[in-house]
């Protein structure tokens, strides 16, 4: 189902197509500055709306009549009120029920099987170098103590 503002042009991604998103997007907001309403003009950007009012072009706009802005629904055409939970699920049915979905998944299943298995293989390794890290940062502390300290049992300096 196609809205109307879109009605003439022949595919998505046409210029004509693009023309009928920019009109609408301009006509949204000249409705939008009719209505005046600060919450709803910070969508098209405070800076731009900003700038803009300091314009001829503004001025000229504003000094006249438009009876035909009331008609056009105020507010960005593109605003939506999801939240991230919706986001979520919507990308979720994406991945599950496209075939780029499907194929990104299994790329991802597959690469985390490869680095599990690499990381069975090069576990001792890893483990070796913790270990030695783990030494070295003893070994720093210890030289921080005194003669003293040294000389204690483990069991006195964990008290």
């Known amino acids: 189902e196609r809205s109307g503002f879109l ?10 197509w693009i023309r009928a998103q920019f009109k609408h997007y301009l006509n949204s907001l000249l409705s939008t500055m009719v209505v005046d309403d600060p919450k709803a003009l910070d969508d098209f950007g405070s800076a731009f709306i900003s700038a803009w009012r300091t314009t001829h072009n503004y001025r000229y706009w504003q000094e006249r009549e438009h009876p035909a802005v009331s008609e056009i629904p105020s507010g960005h055409p593109f605003q939506g009120n999801l939240s991230m939970a919706d ?21 991802v299943v597959q690469t985390g099987k490869y680095v599990v298995q690499t990381g069975k293989a090069v576990g001792g390794a890893i483990s070796s170098a913790k270990s030695a890290v783990t030494g070295w940062f003893s070994s720093w502390r210890q030289s921080d103590k005194t003669p003293e300290e040294l000389q204690q049992s483990p069991e006195e300096t964990i008290s």
Do not use: L, P, Y
């Open 7 to 16: 009605d003439g042009t022949e595919w998505e991604g046409s210029d004509e």
């Open 87 to 107: 986001v979520r699920v919507r990308f979720n049915h994406t991945m599950q029920n496209s075939e780029r979905g499907r194929k990104i998944n299994a790329a």
